[in-house]
């Protein structure tokens, strides 16, 4: 399995979980080593569990576990976050006075806040092997009468040694690579 398939059937169990409930639980999508796919969320209330470090840290660490001992050759995880945009304003500053940019920016509230930063919705998916990480945004806007409409995409490769964060499933796991 490639990870761009394994990519593309989670976006689209998640934008189809989008558009019937209005909302996205995170989603794993794994490669077996006979090339076996499954596919398992985070019940109910537990999905909260993503807003909290911790958690989050616990649950990527307890799946690094899953792939070692399971011979899991990929891995898509995807989550429904807020990412934030530099706007033409926030571009503008940034160009003319960095130190200013910074001042004003100095967290995404008031980046939005003063109108440097536009919070978009995105369902953002991380799937990796041994070699690739390929890390894809796809924005979308929601409407008044919970209808969505999917926007722009953007897609990002690393090799797996250039990957670090707590989401890193392969190759050199040191704690100083997981942070």
């Known amino acids: 399995m490639n990870l761009e398939s394994l990519?593309?059937?989670?976006?689209?169990?998640?934008?189809?979980?989008?558009?019937?409930?209005?909302?996205?639980?995170?989603?794993?999508?794994?490669?077996?080593?006979?090339?076996?796919?499954?596919?398992?969320?985070?019940?109910?209330?537990?999905?909260?569990?993503?807003?909290?470090?911790?958690?989050?840290?616990?649950?990527f660490e307890f799946l690094r576990g899953l792939v070692r001992s399971n011979g899991i050759t990929a891995v898509a995880s995807l989550i429904d976050a807020y990412l934030s945009k530099t706007t033409p304003k926030g571009v503008a500053l940034l160009n003319r006075d960095r130190a200013e940019f910074e001042r004003q920016a100095k967290n995404t509230d008031e980046a939005v806040r003063n109108g440097l930063f536009e919070r978009r919705e995105a369902l953002v998916v991380t799937t990796q092997d041994a070699e690739r990480v390929v890390i894809v945004n796809q924005f979308y806007l929601r409407h008044n009468n919970r209808t969505v409409s999917f926007d722009e995409r953007t897609r990002m490769e690393f090799h797996q040694a250039d990957f670090k964060g707590r989401m890193k499933m392969y190759g050199d796991l040191r704690q100083e690579n997981l942070e």
């Open 7 to 59: 990519t593309e059937q989670a976006l689209a169990e998640a934008r189809r979980e989008l558009e019937q409930t209005g909302g996205v639980t995170p989603l794993f999508v794994i490669c077996l080593a006979d090339g076996t796919i499954q596919k398992a969320g985070l019940p109910g209330k537990m999905a909260e569990i993503m807003n909290y470090d911790k958690a989050k840290e616990r649950l």
